[in-house]
């Protein structure tokens, strides 16, 4: 089963940076991006990157992260400025083959074909 790597440093205060990395060498796909979940509540999308370059963020994170990859498009970044304590939750990398528009990716997650990291745990103290 192919799955999505996620690392980054994953604790900070309030008011700091993170950047999260993950390694989408080992799928092909179209669009990709990062969600998020807290403790307690549901999962939600944070943002994602279309196939042409196109990005698009939930209300929540928008002007604070930034969503990324390299130009081999075998690694995908997050770069979270100014977090806040909500921000903490456990982050997710996943890409979609056939979801070509970040937009279509923010609103409708990956479909069955798509990819999943295994998380890693953000937490933002105050």
């Known amino acids: 089963e192919v799955q999505l790597a996620e690392s980054g440093v994953a604790s900070v205060q309030a008011g700091g940076s993170l950047r999260l990395s993950c390694d989408v060498s080992?799928?092909?796909?179209?669009?990709a991006g990062w969600f998020r979940q807290a403790e307690g509540k549901e999962r939600e999308a944070v943002a994602t990157?279309?196939?042409?370059?196109?990005?698009s963020y939930s209300d929540s994170v928008k002007g604070r992260f930034t969503v990324s990859r390299d130009d081999a498009k075998t690694t995908l970044y997050l770069q979270m400025d100014t977090l806040k304590p909500e921000d903490s939750g456990m982050y997710y990398c996943?890409?979609?083959?056939?979801?070509?528009?970040?937009?279509?990716?923010?609103?409708?997650?990956?479909?069955?074909?798509?990819?999943w990291g295994q998380g890693t745990q953000v937490t933002v103290s105050a």
């Open positions: 996943v890409a979609d083959p056939g979801l070509a528009k970040s937009r279509e990716l923010l609103i409708l997650s990956p479909g069955p074909h798509g990819w």
């Open positions: 080992r799928v092909v796909y179209a669009s």
């Open positions: 990157i279309g196939m042409n370059g196109d990005t």
